[in-house]
T-cell receptor
Framework: GAVVSQHPSRVICKSGTSVKIECRSL??????MFWYRQFPKQSLMLMAT?????????EQGVEKDKFLINHASLTLSTLTVTSAHPEDSSFYIC????????????FGSGTRLTVV | DAKTTQPPSMDCAEGRAANLPCNHS???????VYWYRQIHSQGPQYIIH???NNETNEMASLIITEDRKSSTLILPHATLRDTAVYYC????????????FGQGTELSVKP
């Protein structure tokens, strides 16, 4: 089946620095990828939808200048958390939309970001 | 906003069937119902999806009411490894097909 690789799985960074998270579709081309964040004991919250070669569409309340999304190729989307603060500490998960499976949405394993 | 409501938690005895309900009263005719589950600190795992007919695969069965306003996920023989948060999701048809997660049901399978 379709596989989505997300890297790194865990990252600790200092407040004020930027962190990049990568999401790769390993055996298929993903024209659309989604980025979610999840706080402890809460559900996944959709942050943005990224389409290859175009600007991402952000959900209401998500700061696009803080969460930079790049989807430059059909197999790679990146999320950069700029000027990270402790309140940005969260579990970030990507998902790729694909046509190889009947269900069409494959999720990465997530990235645990801790800002100290 | 999510178009689904689920009970926050449920218990099930190991080996018994787990029946997880979901309400989606505002679902549109062309919107699919998806079920995913999430084991702690992992990405969501696909279980099953459907439009209006009942569906079955190797993991579970999905029963959708005739009016499509609710559905039930059935795990026929729950095991301890089925302990997870189960999300019922309505795929938003006219917004790029994005999946908006609700609060989910935390299923605890007990020995």
């Amino acid at each position: 089946g379709a596989v989505v690789s997300q890297h790194p799985s865990r990252v600790i960074c200092k407040s004020g620095t930027s962190v990049k998270i990568e999401c790769r579709s390993l055996d298929f081309q993903a024209t659309t990828m989604f980025w979610y964040r999840q706080f402890p004991k809460q559900s996944l919250m959709l942050m943005a939808t990224s389409n290859e070669g175009s600007k991402a569409t952000y959900e209401q309340g998500v700061e696009k200048d803080k969460f930079l999304i790049n989807h430059a190729s059909l197999t790679l989307s990146t999320l950069t958390v700029t000027s990270a603060h402790p309140e940005d500490s969260s579990f970030y998960i990507c998902s790729a939309r694909e046509s190889r499976t009947v269900y069409g949405y494959t999720f990465g394993s997530g990235t645990r970001l801790t800002v100290v | 906003d999510a178009k689904t409501t689920q009970p926050p938690s449920m218990d099930c005895a190991e080996g018994r069937a787990a029946n997880l309900p979901c309400n989606h009263s505002t679902i549109s005719g062309n919107e699919y119902v998806y079920w995913y589950r999430q084991i702690h600190s992992q990405g969501p795992q696909y279980i099953i999806h459907g439009l209006k007919n009942n569906e079955t695969n190797e993991m579970a069965s999905l029963i959708i009411t005739e009016d499509r306003k609710s559905s039930t996920l059935i795990l026929p023989h729950a095991t301890l490894r089925d302990t997870a948060v189960y999300y019922c999701i309505v795929r938003i048809y006219n917004q790029g097909g994005k999946l908006i997660f609700g609060q989910g049901t935390e299923l605890s399978v007990k020995p």
